[in-house]
């Protein structure tokens, strides 16, 4: 860390961006909390709403500014971005956010050149990769969110079939952070049995009907933006904790696995893209990815999620 006190700074002050520092301060892993959002007024009364808190958590100051905030932060959190319009493609999205972030990127490095950038902003896996080439960071230094809440909610819903803590569920689910992801059945595990294996000690085996069942929970799992968005507008809290975990485990140095988004390179013949894997993740960023051992489906479907980022990337002017 650059020093004492460790810094994280957000930019944007949306659902997810405030939803983060809200959960970040009562997490008390960071002494400094900056608010960034082109939107001064909207960034200085989140700030001011927090602060009227401060006397029931963790001493904490939490404070708007311009970029110029990003001096010294340990982490600067990107959240701000277009979303999706009725009509509008996927690749439209696409091409409007990276032109955001071909503004938002060199105002950032221009008061923090060793930063950690991690990337929220839809579509994540495209805007991590685009941030790397635009920063000229090397690739540890910036993340991307990825699937680490879509394997959160594959593990809650496989806690809530198999009736055990999720904290007890191993499994993850990789690739694109949208429509290609897909889930490592052939390495999940509970309690540390295979689930293959575990399925036959449950009381309800009898009667599941295995292979429907866990087909619909991940076509649950992949939906489940979409479901919400559907109800209440918006997805925050969920992503604000899984963006807590992250943060905690590089200010921490904890190195966690976690399936974060990152550059992969040489892993089942795919190269130059970021997806999500199993990572590493410490005080250096992304230390590594982990090259698990997939089934040849689950391989087919990985590239194929490559495939699908690679043709939008080709679009973008970088």
């Not at 939107?39 to 939490?62: I, Q, R, Y």
């Not at 089934?295 to 990337?313: C, G, M, N, P, V």
């Amino acid at each position: 860390m650059k020093n004492s006190k460790p810094k994280v700074t957000i930019i944007g002050a949306g659902n997810v961006g405030s939803t983060f520092a809200f959960a970040l301060m009562i997490r008390g892993i960071a002494r400094e909390i900056v608010i960034v959002d082109r939107n001064a007024e909207k960034a200085k009364g989140e700030c001011m709403d927090l602060n009227h808190g401060m006397s029931f958590t963790h001493p904490t100051e939490v404070y708007s500014a311009g970029y110029e905030g990003c001096k010294e932060s340990d982490i600067v959190v990107i959240t701000a971005g277009a979303k999706q319009k009725p009509g509008q493609t996927r690749i439209d999205l696409v091409r409007t956010n990276a032109d955001i972030f071909k503004e938002i990127i060199p105002e950032v490095l221009k008061y923090a050149k060793d930063v950690i950038i991690i990337v929220v902003t839809n579509p994540v896996d495209i805007l991590a990769y685009v941030t790397m080439k635009i920063s000229g960071l090397p690739s540890n230094k910036v993340i991307g969110s990825g699937t680490v809440l879509d394997t959160s909610r594959f593990r809650y819903l496989i806690s809530q079939h198999c009736e055990v803590d999720p904290r007890n569920v191993h499994a993850y689910i990789i690739g694109e952070h949208g429509d290609t992801e897909l889930p490592v059945w052939s390495n999940a595990s509970i309690g540390g049995m295979q689930i293959n294996k575990y399925c036959p000690t449950c009381k309800n085996f009898s009667h599941c009907k295995r292979e429907e069942e866990l087909g619909k929970l991940f076509e649950e799992v992949k939906n489940a933006a979409y479901k919400i968005i559907e109800t209440k507008g918006a997805t925050y809290y969920a992503i604000a904790l899984a963006l807590v975990r992250i943060v905690e485990t590089i200010l921490r140095d904890e190195n966690s696995v976690l399936p974060v988004s990152t550059l992969i390179e040489d892993y089942y013949d795919v190269d130059d893209v970021y997806l999500s894997l199993p990572s590493k993740v410490n005080k250096k960023g992304v230390e590594q990815f982990l090259r698990i051992e997939l089934s040849a489906q689950e391989q087919e479907l990985f590239s194929k999620s490559a495939d699908s980022l690679k043709k939008i990337i080709k679009g973008i002017k970088l």
